[in-house]
């Protein structure tokens, strides 16, 4: 997985997922926070870019504080290639299935 930390990376990000709507409603808004400056402890990560199939938001893994609070472990995620959700799921560290967390997209 690739994080996005360029502001032009992440405006990019945004004006496709915005052509995704309303699936990408719940990756979106972090998307927004996070170009804007506003959550600087969330990270956008990608499987590939430009060209991505998968978009994860997630708490950085510094800021986590308690492995078992699962409102403060949330994920968002967008997909368009499910085989690539499906690689990210079982095959990356994207997904920390140590802790516990909340997925929602």
Excluded at 33 to 59: I, K, M, N
Excluded at 61 to 90: H, M, S
Aim: proline share 6%.
């Amino acid at each position: 997985m690739l994080t996005l930390t360029c502001p032009a990376q992440l405006q990019l990000l945004e004006e496709t997922l915005r052509r995704s709507l309303p699936l990408a409603l719940p990756v979106l808004g972090t998307v927004v926070t996070v170009a804007r400056g506003y959550l600087a402890t969330y990270e956008v990560l990608v499987d590939s870019w430009p060209h991505f199939g998968v978009v994860l938001t997630r708490l950085r893994p510094e800021e986590n504080k308690d492995p078992r609070d699962f409102y403060a472990n949330q994920l968002t995620v967008f997909y368009r290639d499910e085989g690539a959700w499906r690689e990210l799921l079982g095959g990356t560290e994207a997904v920390d299935w140590t802790k516990a967390f909340q997925m929602h997209g």
